[in-house]
């Protein structure tokens, strides 16, 4: 009878341990998930339609992948007439590419921390070189607020 006690006790214990470590795990790659790392945030006043703005400049390095996220703090630019077109530069002015995201079709989010990422694109970089953001807002839609213009550096 002692023995069955101690086996029953032993797998309860196996089963708790099993169920907090796969917690753990889960939690792990759930937080890792959300979080974007490696970033660049510049400030973008989408607000101010049909004027063109530029960021300040910055470093990208060689062989890396960038993705290009408005930051917003609401979903309220969903299905409105409002186009944000921005362009990487370098800084001699040639245009690496030209990203344009209308806002009135098919748009999809990420919500992290209350914050909402809108893709914009994505671009690969060969070469490092110093580079800028030049962007326009068209639209009908004024849109009441401004937000950040997020550059996640991964590498390739």
């Known amino acids: 009878m002692q023995m069955k006690i101690n086996n029953k006790r032993k797998f309860i214990f196996i089963i708790i341990t099993a169920l907090i470590i796969s917690i753990l795990f889960f939690i792990t790659i759930f937080s890792n998930k959300n979080?974007?790392?490696?970033?660049i945030d510049l400030p973008i006043w989408i607000?101010?339609?049909?004027?063109?703005y530029k960021t300040s400049y910055f470093n990208i390095p060689a062989n890396t992948k960038i993705n290009f996220y408005l930051e917003l703090p609401n979903r309220e630019i969903e299905g409105k007439d409002l186009a944000l077109t921005l362009s990487l530069k370098k800084e001699t002015g040639q245009i690496l590419t030209t990203l344009t995201k209308d806002f009135n079709f098919n748009v999809s989010t990420k919500n992290i921390d209350k914050r909402y990422l809108y893709k914009l694109g994505t671009y690969i970089v060969k070469k490092q070189d110093r580079s800028y953001i030049q962007y326009i807002s068209k639209g009908t839609w004024e849109i009441p607020y401004n937000g950040t213009l997020i550059i996640e550096i991964q590498n390739t």
């Open 35 to 39: 979080n974007i790392k490696n970033k």
């Open 47 to 52: 607000s101010l339609l049909n004027n063109e």
